[in-house]
């Protein structure tokens, strides 16, 4: 049995480098979410960020800062984001199964309008993205799995 945790927003942009904004609910394809502009043939088609460094980085820039506002398409609560290491799977409900394929990313800096209203980035360092092995649907405070051993 692996390690669970919650969805807490899903998030989904039409542009990339940009914020996203949260529905209560997306589908996921054999590309990634439905609707949003990282989908595609790649190994990031979904991105995860944890809502304790969201938090975090909040308190100490000062700044208010929302679910989706780096990016991210799911904004995960209740697990260590370190545990995501490239190769984990991540299990959902109608038979969703991710794939960690990369921590962490090149910040693009000016030409991000993350970058632009946050003034830095915690993608680089926090952000883990997946590929869908196995698509399905997701809804806000669904229960992720994380399969393996620590």
Partial sequence: MGKKF????????????????????????????????????????ISLLDQESVVD???????????GDFGENITTEGI????????RLIDGSDGLRLEVTQVGKECHGDDCTIYQKVGKCIMPKRGVFCRVLSPGHLHRGDILELLGKE
């Fill in 57 to 67: 980085f909040a308190e100490r820039s000062g700044i208010a800062i929302n679910p």
């Fill in 80 to 87: 260590d984001i370190t545990l995501l290491k490239p190769g």
């Fill in 6 to 45: 919650t969805v807490f927003s899903l998030n989904v942009s039409p542009e990339k480098g940009t914020e996203k904004s949260p529905v209560d609910a997306v589908k996921v394809t054999s590309a990634g979410f439905e609707s949003d502009a990282h989908s595609g043939n790649w190994h990031r088609q």
